[in-house]
Nanobody, 124 residues
Framework: QVQLVESGGGLVQPGGSLRLSCVAS????????IGWFRQTPGKEREFVAA????????LYADSVKGRFTISRDNPERTAYLQMNNLNADDTAVYHC?????????????????WGQGTQVTVSS
């Protein structure tokens, strides 16, 4: 089992940037695909981005493509989500998640481990 802890959320003005971090408890972090999801009250958890364990290939939701960048540092057991040009629609609780699937997936049920989330609020 792996535990995930997110950080880096906060309040930012439209057009601003934030970098979220996701630190894993296990040295086998390199063996997991990492995904970022976000959720607002009353809505389903929404896929944002994912990075593959084997080759660090990436996948993005259309709504964040070109603005968000996912990356990982395996020795530090950390994944990042760099978010630029934020807008009000990006306001949500952001969760990172870990999966042992062979391919990158966008479905929350394919991720076995989840962090508690970090709040991102975009407002002037």
């Amino acid at each position: 089992q792996v535990q995930l802890v997110e950080s880096g959320g906060g309040l930012v003005q439209p057009g601003g940037s934030l970098r979220l971090s996701c630190v894993a408890s296990k040295r086998t972090f390199h063996g997991y695909n990492i995904g970022w999801f976000r959720q607002t009250p009353g809505k389903e958890r929404e896929f944002v981005a994912a990075i593959r364990r084997s080759d660090s290939s990436t996948l993005y939701a259309d709504s964040v493509k070109g603005r968000f960048t996912i990356s990982r540092d395996n020795p530090e057991r950390t994944a990042y989500l760099q978010m630029n040009n934020l807008n009000a629609d990006d306001t949500a609780v952001y969760h990172c998640a870990a999966s042992t699937a062979i391919w990158l997936t966008t479905t929350p049920s394919t991720y076995a481990y989840w962090g508690q989330g970090t709040q991102v609020t975009v407002s002037s």
